[in-house]
């Protein structure tokens, strides 16, 4: 059981490029997340998905954009890239809510 | 707004027993939930609070007093690897979930 699946691990990024971070969860959970992680801010919620066909914004959505592919699928699209940016991504999904299943993170680095 | 708000740093020794205090300020509520993070990997889930009380789940317990909008999360007989960061989440919102800042957790031997 893969759990909660997120590429690329790792990334370097130009100012002004894009990129999509994918993540697919398997354990057929209706809920999905996107959090961004820098050091002594916590877990920022970027966008959620309640749940299939539905997605909306949460803490810090500027500069990305979401896309519930499916069920199973949920990745986050950066357009233009910016040094602000640069974070560890997580994705997570979750049935009930109350236990939230996280990928193993994205390290993205924009210089 | 929403926040959370967690001390930002606990030590304590081997074979102790340590509180992590979390207050939050959130429009709605739907629970408090703790997640332990070991430095380069994931968050995990540790425990949940729908209602007032005490949940204890082996070394770890948590507790949410709703009339307070305050919980805490205490570990006992600390083992060296316990030392990792703890957040406390809220739900605001059914499906949305809002992290504190998180407590770094140091456990001397």
């Known amino acids: 059981n893969a759990g909660v699946t997120q590429t690329p691990k790792f990334q370097v990024l130009k100012t002004g490029q894009s990129m999509t971070l994918q993540c697919a969860q398997d354990?057929?959970?209706?809920?999905m997340y996107w959090y961004r992680q820098d050091p002594g801010m916590g877990l920022r919620l970027i966008y959620y998905?309640?749940?299939?066909?539905?997605?909306d914004k949460g803490e810090v959505p500027n500069g990305y954009n979401v896309s519930r592919l499916n069920k199973r699928e949920f990745s986050l699209r950066l357009e233009s890239a910016a040094p602000s940016q640069t974070s560890v991504y997580f994705c997570a999904s979750t049935f009930t809510g109350n236990t939230i299943y996280f990928g193993e993170g994205s390290w993205l680095t924009v210089v | 707004g929403q926040s959370l708000e967690q001390p930002s740093e606990v030590t304590a020794v081997e074979g102790a027993i340590v509180q992590i205090n979390c207050t939050y300020q959130t429009s709605g509520f739907y629970g408090l939930s703790w997640y332990q993070q070991h430095d380069g990997g994931a968050p995990t889930f540790l425990s949940y609070n729908a209602l007032d009380g005490l949940e204890e789940t082996g070394r770890f317990s948590s507790f949410l007093s709703r009339s307070d909008s305050y919980g805490y999360l205490l570990l006992q007989e600390l083992q060296m690897k316990d030392s990792a960061s703890y957040f406390c989440a809220v739900g605001p919102g059914t499906y949305k979930y809002i992290f504190g800042t998180g407590t770094r957790l140091k456990v001397l031997a």
């Open positions: 998905s309640a749940s299939e066909g539905t997605t």
């Open positions: 354990m057929n959970h209706n809920s």
